[in-house]
């Protein structure tokens, strides 16, 4: 029995030992939107870190590296590499807050954080919840609204009117989602998301007018100030929150702050400095972020600002989140030409509708069922810098899609307007109404045409559409292009399906610049079955994969 108890202790002692190691080890890992930080602890405190690694928390899937460890969003989403996972204990948390005394609000507290080369992070998979469904709901009106801008005026002004309103809208619902994410959704981000949810609503509100040349109905001044005190909001819910991660939270929104200033010094200046201002805050506000993220790995940086813990995004959450914002943006695009379409039966107008629908049923599945499933590491686990670029672009892609929709549902709109219209009842043709101009008579069926319309879609409104298709697509590829992706089959590699789906997007392109004579109806099918070709091409690789395997698992890259 004696040889036994020697060989339990000499476990024990080796286990402390790499314990040791990895606390000790580097501090260069760091969530994808916080670069961590605390405040160096005094030993007893650190003891009560320690504590809230609960000893069961951890199961190695090959125990010869420190990345191959198991987590049930291993699965989904891929192995960590050169991290290790430890599950935190929700109430042992609370009790650290309270012995820091680091906030007053002890149930406002980091649900995953970095310390070193170990994540820290709650032991069950997180799910998006009611509340932020409900937020989401907001949005689609909010979209609606900022769609209007650019699809009504398809012109360089509408444009930029249109990304001066987009970026504030999108960015008031990250900010949101990054709250929710880091700290959860409990009673006091209730609160808290209330009143941006009502900010957000003002915004909305005071869109459309915020160029207009009548400064008493110019509704810059009330937009820009709700999204600033949004903002502000959300700046301070997660400085009472942030805890021993609190020098992390103040390095990454020191950039949210300067990204404020350009704002705040439009309100009081000139209204024909404002476009600049505004864009420069845009500017600063996209980049400064993740360029401070990345800016980290420099030495220099490091020794400037010394971080120890960082926070952390819960991946399945927030790719979630993202996921659902995408649906919710092309939802809008599916409500908004239906809107507006006139056809009551299989015509013209009925095809182009239906052209629509195809057209967005395609996006949906290529960037869900294709670009979601293709992958054997998310951009999040194969590393920082493609993370950062995974998460940088949903903003454009969300704005794009808007700009695409908002002039889809015009053009269908304006051609349902215009098409000529048959009626089959002589008796009827009373209560037929149009702005055209002649009627024709012809075996009881009246013909209402207007001959001012001309079937060509407008230069403006043929770019936002046919150009956005192509950048949609572009934008896909380089989110597809972040993740470690699987092979589909052996004469479909990667880089194949890279160059077809950017010499399509280049093929857009040139036909909505030499395109201008083609109808409207006829580029609608061209965008369409173009967006099918390619959904098609796609699911024949991975179903030519499941045949050759004959596991139905596609074979990793």
């Known amino acids: 029995m004696s040889e036994i108890a020697k060989e339990i202790k000499d476990e024990e002692i080796a286990m402390e030992v790499d314990i040791d190691q990895l606390d000790e080890g580097s501090h260069e890992n760091m969530d994808l939107m916080g670069v961590g930080g605390c405040n160096n602890f005094a030993p007893s405190q650190q003891n009560i870190v320690e504590e809230l690694v609960m000893s069961d928390s951890i199961t190695q899937k090959n125990a010869s590296t420190i990345g191959e460890v198991y987590h049930e969003s291993v699965d989904e989403f891929g192995e960590l590499t050169d991290t290790e996972i430890r599950y935190i204990d929700t109430s042992e948390m609370e009790k650290l807050d309270r012995e820091l005394r680091h906030t007053w609000f002890t149930n406002i ?21 009611w509340d932020e469904l409900f937020i ?34 999108i960015n008031s619902w990250t900010l949101l989602t990054y709250q929710s994410n880091r700290y959860g959704v409990n009673f006091y981000f209730k609160v808290y998301s209330w009143f941006a949810v009502v900010l957000a609503a003002v915004m909305g509100v005071n869109c459309e007018n915020i160029a207009n040349s009548d400064p008493h109905e110019n509704t810059s001044h009330p937009f820009i100030i709700s999204f600033l005190i949004a903002r502000f909001l959300y700046l301070l819910y997660g400085g009472l929150g942030a805890n021993h991660q609190r020098k992390s939270y103040v390095l990454l929104s020191f950039m949210n702050f300067v990204a404020s200033i350009p704002w705040i010094i439009s309100l009081f200046v000139d209204a024909k400095y404002r476009n600049i201002l505004w864009f420069t805050s845009m500017a600063l506000d996209y980049f400064g972020s993740p360029l401070t993220i990345l800016a980290y790995k420099v030495s220099s940086l490091k020794n400037f600002v010394n971080l120890e813990y960082s926070m952390a995004l819960n991946i399945e959450h927030f790719v979630e989140r993202n996921g659902l914002f995408v649906i919710v943006a092309l ?6 030409f239906l809107f507006e379409s006139r056809g009551a039966h299989v015509s013209k107008t009925f095809l182009a509708t239906m052209m629509g629908i195809l057209i967005s049923f395609s996006l949906n599945w290529i960037y869900f069922n294709i670009d979601g499933t293709s992958f054997k590491i998310h951009a999040f686990r194969r590393g920082k810098f493609y993370g950062v670029i995974w998460n940088m672009m949903h903003t454009p892609l969300i704005g794009t899609i808007i700009l695409f929709g908002a002039n889809m549902a015009v053009i269908v709109e304006k051609y349902s307007n215009h098409q000529s219209l048959v009626v089959k009842n002589v008796g009827k043709a009373s209560e037929a109404t149009t702005n055209s101009e002649s009627e024709v008579k012809n075996n009881g069926t009246i013909t209402i045409k207007n001959e001012e319309y001309s079937d060509v879609i407008p230069v403006g409104a043929r770019w936002c559409f046919v150009f956005g298709a192509a950048l949609i697509l572009l934008i896909f590829t380089i989110i597809q292009s972040c993740h470690i992706s699987v092979i589909h089959s052996c004469n479909v590699a990667r880089i194949k399906r890279t160059i077809i789906r950017v010499g399509i997007s280049i093929g857009l392109g040139l036909f909505a610049a030499f395109g201008e004579k083609v109808p409207t109806l006829e580029t609608m099918i061209i965008v369409a079955f173009t967006m099918i070709f390619l959904v098609s091409f796609e699911e024949w690789g991975r179903i030519q994969s499941k045949k050759r395997n004959g596991n139905g698992e596609d074979k990793k890259k």
Do not use: C, S, W
């Open 331 to 336: 939802g809008e695009v599916v409500i908004a």
């Open 136 to 169: 989401d709901l907001l949005y689609v009106a909010l979209f609606n609204r900022a769609g209007h801008i650019i699809g009504h005026h398809p012109d360089m002004n509408g444009l930029t009117e249109y990304l001066l309103v987009i970026y504030p809208i």
């Open 109 to 129: 507290h980091v649900r995953q954080y970095f310390h070193g080369n170990i994540l820290y992070r709650e032991r069950h998979m997180r799910k998006v919840t």
